[in-house]
């Protein structure tokens, strides 16, 4: 399951940037401007099976919270996900995700927790700060540790504004170092295929109407650094409107495929930070 858990966070949250995100965040000022802070929620069923897969049903749901707050932006995530094998009792999993960065995408605060059949199995604490020639890391939880990731290394939502601003200008194709923090593969090169622009199609209950924003159909792909020739881990699409909001997501693990439905978004607030 954390190969499933890292590439939904990854696929919603991006950045991008040689020499860093905080060179970088001039070139999105317009798009933080844009994206609306929200909070949605998401149920996923199985859309697709190969004859013989191991895993015969796939359901779930997702509660999603993009919050701005005076220092930077938070985002918290929890999922519920039951997998009926094609022999055996369904295995239920779960995760909890707290995470916090900076507008410049500097300084990066996660926290994430693994559960399984209702024991908590995993938990994951930790920052990561950019230095002049690299991202340095230090995990609290489960052991204190720290690790030096190369200059290029990006957090996640100073990437996803700027996936943004590519798909604004037109572009077409991404390949990004990003680190997020999670499980057993932190640090992905994630290579993204960008749509045109398409009008909204989803039905979801949308009292502030902030669903129906045209969106790119934007397919990412998840290489573990440093296994990168083994191919991709997780591959995905994300409906991603221009105002930030996931409209819908779809995941192939191969032999199955599961679809995200956005069922309910709200607006959350501005913050007052006098």
């Not at 916090?100 to 500097?106: H, L």
């Not at 798909?167 to 960008?194: C, H, M, W, Y």
């Not at 409209?247 to 607030?269: C, H, I, S, W």
């Amino acid at each position: 399951m954390k190969q499933r858990q890292r590439s939904f966070r990854g696929a919603l949250i991006f950045c991008l940037g040689l020499g860093g995100c905080a060179a970088q965040a001039g070139s999105v000022s317009g798009i933080q401007d844009a994206v609306v802070p929200h909070i949605a929620e998401y149920h996923f069923k199985m859309s697709h099976a190969e004859p013989g897969s191991s895993i015969v049903d796939a359901s779930g749901v997702l509660g999603y919270r993009f919050e701005k707050v005076c220092d930077g932006w938070v985002t918290e995530m929890q999922q519920i996900m039951i997998l009926q094998g094609a022999e055996g009792t369904p295995v239920n999993s779960a995760y909890s995700i707290t995470q916090w960065e900076d507008f410049a995408g500097s300084e990066y605060r996660f926290r994430m927790s693994d559960y399984l059949d209702g024991t908590k199995v995993d938990e994951i604490v930790g920052k990561a700060v950019r230095q002049d020639d690299m991202v340095k890391v230090t995990y609290e939880i489960p052991v204190e540790v720290e690790e030096e990731l190369p200059a290029d290394a990006m957090f996640p939502t100073q990437h996803s504004l700027v996936l943004l601003k590519r798909a604004q200008d037109g572009e077409k194709f991404a390949n990004d170092l990003v680190f997020d923090g999670s499980g057993d593969t932190p640090t992905n090169r994630v290579a993204v295929v960008i749509s045109d622009r398409k009008d909204a199609e989803n039905a979801a209950d949308d009292p502030d109407a902030i669903a129906q924003s045209p969106f790119h159909r934007m397919s990412l792909a998840f290489y573990p650094i440093g296994a990168a020739e083994n191919g991709p881990t997780t591959e995905m699409a994300v409906d991603f409107a221009e105002n930030g909001v996931a409209q819908a997501m779809r995941f192939d693990y191969g032999e199955f495929e599961v679809l995200g439905t956005l069922d309910k978004v709200n607006r959350l607030p501005m913050p007052d930070c006098g």
